[in-house]
């Protein structure tokens, strides 16, 4: 794989807090990262929210500003993310599909192709752009845009489950899974929307959980123990 999209959830972000940044969590995803950008891979990031902001789980708020608060919490973790990653000597840049003023250049697909081929490490963050689509779809629209080889969603728990684990101590991974199934079975691995994306355009994925040591490179070099999602 020359080009991947690597979507990684708020809440691993924020390691064993559950909540804002854990710095070594991060320090440790730059690291694995820059090991890839050494290697000549092309890596286009999207990061989740959850570890600021859960609207869809408020009854107070209209789910319209639930979700521009959403993405705004996005925007947050790329920006520091990015940050991270420029201390451990990558070349970023964040891109939104809305003006930030200074702090993020406006998505282009030619914009963002042209910086993965000049060697940055680039973040899309904001979402879509609107509401009612969440960071899965998000992730999953700009990797067919980009025409990313592959998904890999690092995610707090270590693949696909026929059922929740942290709630069933009897659930059962999967080590490989088609997107049809999924969507089927109704697992929820990522949203109905994002899932029926990857359908359509032939976008697999690879789930992992993002805690294990060098998931992200042994993801990369074979060496997997996710989940991996055929199309």
Avoid at 4 to 9: C, D, E, G
Avoid at 47 to 70: L, M
Wanted: proline fraction near 2%; charge should be negative.
């Amino acid at each position: 794989m020359k080009r991947v999209l690597l979507k990684l959830s708020g809440e691993a972000l924020a390691g064993d807090k559950k909540t804002g940044f854990d710095e070594a969590t991060c320090l440790e995803v730059a690291g694995q990262v820059k090991k890839l950008v050494d290697q000549g891979i092309q890596i286009a990031i999207v990061t989740g929210g959850g570890n600021f902001w859960r609207g869809r789980t408020s009854e107070t708020i209209d789910r319209v500003k639930a979700d521009q608060i959403g993405m705004l919490a996005t925007v947050m973790n790329c920006i520091y993310v990015s940050e991270i990653f420029r201390y451990a000597g990558m070349d970023t840049e964040v891109f939104t599909p809305f003006t930030c003023g200074a702090f993020t250049t406006l998505f282009s697909k030619d914009a963002a192709v042209k910086a993965l081929e000049t060697g940055k490490v680039i973040f899309f963050a904001g979402g879509t752009g609107h509401p009612y689509f969440s960071t899965d779809t998000g992730a999953v629209l700009r990797a067919i845009e980009i025409e990313a080889d592959a998904m890999l969603l690092a995610k707090a728990i270590d693949g696909i489950y026929d059922s929740d684990p942290k709630v069933n101590p009897e659930a059962k991974k999967y080590d490989e899974i088609s997107i049809q199934e999924i969507i089927d079975k109704k697992l929820m691995a990522v949203d109905l929307t994002a899932s029926i994306m990857c359908l359509e355009h032939k976008m697999p994925m690879l789930v992992f959980g993002l805690n294990e040591e060098n998931s992200i490179v042994n993801t990369m070099s074979g060496k997997f123990t996710g989940t991996k999602v055929t199309v």
